[in-house]
């Protein structure tokens, strides 16, 4: 661990490959992920691979559900498409960190699928009363990315576009010391 920590002193990427105002490598990763996992639940859900849940979870009976499926199509090809979608678009972020575009695109896009992830992570709580392993497993990732980006465009929001703090308020020990002098 202290390797880890004086190489990050060193470099100026930390564990996570975020510097200063670049996306984390941790992005890319993750959606690389989420990606092969929505990949494996779409071919299980067209029938060409087995799905393997456990004995915590219930898949099969999410996958069978009428909410694994948007406009007729299954929802973890959405979940394919989202998680390469957003995978370049961290790549072309990191890319060119300049480039606002890809960067508020990638927070938009990551913002409204951890909240879809969410509703869909409700319905499987109070309405089937079964959950998918894999499923929890992709609401993980698709929260970690999306808040990996709002930091990242906090970090690197221009001067001005982010509202300052607000003053710290004195606390009680201050308060006497400010009466006595």
Do not use: Q
């Amino acid at each position: 661990m202290k390797g880890a920590v004086r190489d990050s002193a060193r470099n100026p990427e930390n564990a996570f490959g975020a510097s200063g105002k670049r996306l984390p490598r941790a992005v890319v990763l993750l959606c690389l992920a989420g990606a092969c996992i929505s990949a494996y639940l779409w071919s299980a859900k067209a029938g060409g691979a087995p799905l393997i849940c456990g004995e915590f979870g219930e898949c099969s009976t999410v996958n069978a559900s009428p909410w694994s499926e948007l406009f007729g199509l299954p929802v973890a090809a959405y979940g394919f498409v989202t998680y390469a979608t957003l995978g370049s678009l961290a790549y072309f972020t990191r890319k060119d960190p300049a480039n606002a575009l890809p960067s508020l695109a990638g927070l938009a896009l990551a913002s409204v699928a951890a909240l879809y992830s969410l509703y869909l992570t409700a319905i499987e709580a109070f309405v089937l009363h079964a959950y998918c392993v894999w499923c929890l497993v992709t609401w993980v990732i698709i929260t970690t990315v999306a808040l990996l980006w709002i930091g990242h465009v906090w970090r690197t929001a221009p001067a001005g576009a982010v509202p300052p703090r607000a003053p710290r308020r004195a606390g009680k020990a201050e308060r006497k010391r400010r009466r006595r002098g």
